[in-house]
Structures are given as structure tokens and as C-alpha cells.
């Protein structure tokens, strides 16, 4: 079993920058595939960012590639996403995910099998 605790969260300027940090607690931490996902109010839950359990493999989506980093620290279990040059359409809850297995596209919800509580990012215009 693993628990996400997500944080970092909070309100900012258009074009400031945020850090999201999740710490994770339970065994077997540095095998799992680890992502962050966001949901804006009445839109469904997409993917944000990935990280391969050894953190030699990152994902992105399109919307945030080039403006954000995901990494990740396995002796302290926890994942960072650092995210800059934020947009207004950046504002959701953001929520951390781990996956015990690891081998599939990294990008999808199912995937997933563990969920933080998710932590607000509101970007003002």
C-alpha cells in the first residue's frame, strides 16, 4: 500500500512558477512509475507528467512540455514537478499517482493505482 501526500499548491501570477511536491510512504517506492495528473472543474482528468521508477524516462503532455519538469527522489519517496511560465488554463486540481507495475504508456488514469487527495493550483490572468 502506498499514500501520496500531494502540496506546493496555491495561487499565482500568469508567467510565475509553482512547485509541486509528493511524498509517498509505504515499500517499494523506487519501483514505481510515478505522474501527476490535473482536473479543472468540469473537465475530466488528464495527464500532466511521468516518471520511470530509475527517473531515466520522462513524459509530458503537450500542454506544459517545454514549462515544466517532473523529477523524483527515491531515497526520500518523494516526486517534484516544477512548473514555470504558468497560463490561467494551468488552474485545476493537480493529483499524484503512483504505479506498481510501470510498463505501460505512463499517460492514462487507469494505469494507476494509488492517488493523493490533490493539492489546488490557481493561475490568475
Known amino acids: 500500500q502506498v499514500q501520496l501526500v500531494e502540496s506546493g499548491g496555491g495561487l499565482v501570477q500568469a508567467g510565475g512558477s509553482l512547485r509541486l511536491s509528493c511524498a509517498a510512504s509505504?515499500?517499494?517506492?523506487?519501483?514505481?512509475?510515478m505522474a501527476w495528473f490535473r482536473q479543472a472543474p468540469g473537465k475530466e482528468r488528464e495527464f500532466v507528467a511521468a516518471?520511470?521508477?530509475?527517473?531515466?524516462?520522462?513524459y509530458y503532455a503537450d500542454s506544459v512540455k517545454g514549462r515544466s519538469a517532473i523529477s523524483r527522489d527515491n531515497a526520500k519517496k518523494t516526486v517534484t514537478l516544477q512548473m514555470n511560465s504558468l497560463k490561467p488554463e494551468d488552474t485545476a486540481v493537480y493529483y499524484c499517482?503512483?504505479?506498481?507495475?510501470?510498463?505501460?504508456?505512463?499517460?492514462?488514469?487507469?494505469?494507476?493505482?494509488?492517488w493523493g487527495q490533490g493539492t489546488q493550483v490557481t493561475v490568475s490572468s
Open positions: 499517482a503512483a504505479d506498481q507495475y510501470g510498463s505501460g504508456s505512463h499517460t492514462v488514469s487507469y494505469e494507476y493505482d494509488y
Open positions: 509505504g515499500r517499494s517506492f523506487s519501483s514505481y512509475a
Open positions: 516518471i520511470r521508477w530509475s527517473g531515466g524516462s520522462t
